[in-house]
């Protein structure tokens, strides 16, 4: 597609539900990452797929956050027993390298409220 | 490890005044420079960016230019405006090529009064 989609745009949940967040990167962007930014905070990194190379799975704040991705395609982002901590904008970006620098098209994020 | 400090905010000028948004960073290498901004509703999108010392990333009367010495990006524009108005970010890429991940600052809320 022309950019970056995300869905669902906005989700609200009880607090211990499980819940699947999409990411549907441009197409023949090979990398593709996962930040978290919090009300009154910087963007805080997830995770990181770049083609067939295993994922950096560094910034994953617990294991009740997994994140998968087929091929170069979708990725899912899944939390597993949602805290109200996890509130935040899940935020997509695939990157093209370009002119000696690797540049990060973000998509417009999804909105998780934990009740 | 790397890391990227904005000055804190927020910021409120006048229309047409003078803008400077402070930016350094802690990397190991040589790292890409970048300015994303958000604008209210809309997602991340890049500003400008600078890939080695001395670069200067330039666009929409934006610039900021890449001090190795001083280990900073700062932002500047001579004259904001109201449309202006958003939160800027500053980032680094911590490696290479395609294998690399970028590291925000916390960033920024402009307001831009007319």
């Known amino acids: 597609g022309a950019g970056v989609s995300q869905s669902p745009s906005n989700k609200v949940t009880e607090k211990g539900k499980d819940v699947e967040l999409r990411c549907d990167p441009i197409?023949?962007?090979?990398?593709l990452y996962w930040y978290r930014q919090r009300l009154g905070q910087g963007l805080e990194f997830l995770i990181y797929f770049q083609g067939n190379s295993a994922p950096d799975k560094s910034g994953l704040p617990s294991d009740r956050f997994s994140a998968e991705r087929t091929g170069e395609s979708v990725s899912t982002l899944t939390i597993q027993r949602t805290q109200q901590e996890d509130s935040a904008v899940y935020l997509c970006?695939?990157?093209?390298?370009?002119?000696?620098?690797?540049?990060?098209?973000f998509g417009a994020g999804s909105r998780l409220t934990v009740l | 490890g790397n890391s990227v400090t904005q000055m804190e905010g927020p910021v409120t000028l006048s229309e047409e005044a003078f803008l400077t948004i402070n930016c350094t960073y802690t990397a190991t290498g040589y790292p890409s420079l970048f300015w994303y901004v958000q604008y209210p509703g809309e997602g991340l999108q890049l500003l400008l960016k600078a890939t080695k010392a001395d670069d200067k990333g330039s666009n929409k009367g934006f610039e900021a230019t890449y001090r190795k010495e001083t280990t900073s990006f700062h932002l500047e524009k001579g004259s904001v405006q109201v449309s202006d108005s958003a939160v800027y970010f500053c980032?680094?890429?911590?490696?290479?090529?395609?294998?690399?991940?970028?590291?925000f600052g916390k960033g920024i809320t402009l307001s831009v009064r007319p």
């Open positions: 197409s023949g962007h090979t990398a």
């Open positions: 980032a680094l890429s911590d490696g290479t090529g395609a294998n690399s991940k970028l590291t």
């Open positions: 970006a695939s990157s093209l390298f370009d002119s000696g620098a690797n540049v990060l098209t």
